[in-house]
């Protein structure tokens, strides 16, 4: 079974999804490692660790593609990447969207924002009409070569016009064919219960957003809300951030680095060598050199 067909199935099956934000190869390995069924590549995470730039769509097509191609590459998992808009016009869904296919992807989320870009929590958040978002969703449907991947269709309609205009656009959205709809912004939980309630499809949200308090519930409370996926984009980059000025900070304070400090802040290096897959490589290594010895 293909990748993308995990996920369809995995959505068929789960009443809702949790996928964990990734935003590298160590950061997805650790998702598949603790066993969850799939993760999300975060453009957010992304644009900040390869580019030390905020959510504001400087990251090109060919920054993602490129990243994506090695996430997918380290692991085995199903994983969906943040589309943004769609890096351009109905042209450009076409062509980006055979182009995740080809690196391993197995579904996207396109925003219907206005160029440029900005991060569901920022202000000044322009939408394109929904007929544009539609041809673009459209495209992307008629573009995959796989029926299992996913199209997500996201709207920012909640803090610009309100719910009942983010209800009515993704209700168009999956008219066009998106398999999800995807509210990335901050709603409270009586606000998501009318979403579901008047949405013809499946519900996509944040979880774990800092000073979003609505996007702090357990499984059990997404699940009697209905929420069928919660993504978490920023758990990983904000936990490891933290924990990175801890431990600098520590080493700048106490000018070095002591073995009680190594044991309680670090993975060891056994430890870290094989989450990174070492003894893969290994065994593969020592399959053709004993070969190579045989052979002398």
Same mark, same amino acid.
């Given at each position: 079974?293909?990748?993308?067909?995990?996920?369809?199935?995995?959505?068929?099956?789960?009443?809702?999804?949790?996928?964990?934000?990734?935003?590298?190869?160590?950061?997805?390995?650790?998702?598949?490692?603790?066993?969850?069924?799939?993760?999300?590549?975060?453009?957010?995470?992304?644009?900040?660790?390869?580019?030390?730039?905020?959510?504001?769509?400087?990251?090109?097509?060919?920054?993602?593609?490129?990243?994506?191609?090695?996430?997918?590459?380290?692991?085995?998992?199903?994983?969906?990447?943040?589309?943004?808009?769609?890096?351009?016009?109905?042209?450009?869904?076409?062509?980006?969207?055979?182009?995740?296919?080809?690196?391993?992807?197995?579904?996207?989320?396109?925003?219907?924002?206005?160029?440029?870009?900005?991060?569901?929590?920022?202000?000044?958040?322009?939408?394109?009409?929904?007929?544009?978002?539609?041809?673009?969703?459209?495209?992307?449907?008629?573009?995959?070569?796989?029926?299992?991947?996913?199209?997500?269709?996201?709207?920012?309609? /909640?803090?610009? &016009?309100?719910?009942?205009?983010?209800? !009515?656009?993704? *209700?168009?959205?999956?008219? #066009?064919?998106? +398999?999800?709809?995807?509210?990335?912004?901050?709603?409270?939980?009586?606000?998501?219960?009318?979403?579901?309630?008047?949405?013809?499809?499946?519900?996509?949200?944040?979880?774990?957003?800092?000073?979003?308090?609505?996007?702090?519930?357990?499984?059990?409370?997404?699940?009697?809300?209905?929420?069928?996926?919660?993504?978490?984009?920023?758990?990983?980059?904000?936990?490891?951030? /933290?924990?990175? &000025?801890?431990?600098?900070?520590?080493? !700048?304070?106490? *000018?070095?680095?002591?073995? #009680?400090?190594? +044991?309680?802040?670090?993975?060891?290096?056994?430890?870290?060598?094989?989450?990174?897959?070492?003894?893969?490589?290994?065994?593969?290594?020592?399959?053709?050199?004993?070969?190579?010895?045989?052979?002398?």
């Amino acid at each position: 079974m293909g990748r993308s067909a995990m996920l369809k199935k995995l959505i068929a099956e789960e009443k809702t999804v949790f996928v964990p934000g990734v935003y590298d190869c160590v950061s997805a390995r650790i998702v598949e490692n603790l066993g969850f069924k799939a993760a999300s590549i975060t453009g957010y995470g992304l644009e900040a660790s390869v580019l030390g730039n905020p959510d504001i769509g400087l990251a090109t097509k060919t920054d993602v593609i490129t990243y994506a191609r090695y996430i997918c590459r380290s692991v085995e998992i199903p994983v969906i990447c943040d589309a943004d808009t769609g890096y351009g016009n109905v042209l450009n869904v076409w062509e980006m969207v055979k182009e995740f296919e080809q690196v391993g992807i197995s579904g996207i989320h396109m925003e219907d924002q206005e160029l440029p870009k900005k991060c569901g929590g920022m202000s000044g958040r322009r939408l394109v009409p929904i007929e544009i978002m539609r041809g673009k969703i459209e495209a992307a449907v008629d573009a995959r070569t796989d029926k299992d991947f996913l199209i997500i269709a996201r709207s920012d309609a /909640r803090g610009v &016009f309100g719910v009942d205009e983010a209800i !009515k656009r993704f *209700n168009a959205y999956i008219d #066009a064919g998106a +398999d999800i709809v995807f509210a990335g912004e901050h709603y409270e939980v009586e606000e998501l219960k009318q979403v579901v309630n008047s949405v013809k499809g499946y519900l996509c949200i944040c979880g774990g957003i800092p000073g979003w308090e609505d996007s702090q519930l357990t499984l059990k409370d997404y699940q009697e809300i209905g929420i069928k996926m919660v993504l978490f984009p920023l758990v990983a980059l904000y936990t490891a951030t /933290r924990a990175i &000025f801890d431990i600098y900070n520590l080493l !700048k304070t106490n *000018n070095g680095i002591s073995g #009680a400090i190594i +044991d309680s802040k670090m993975l060891g290096y056994d430890e870290f060598n094989e989450l990174i897959g070492l003894s893969y490589w290994r065994n593969i290594e020592n399959r053709y050199l004993k070969s190579c010895e045989k052979a002398v």
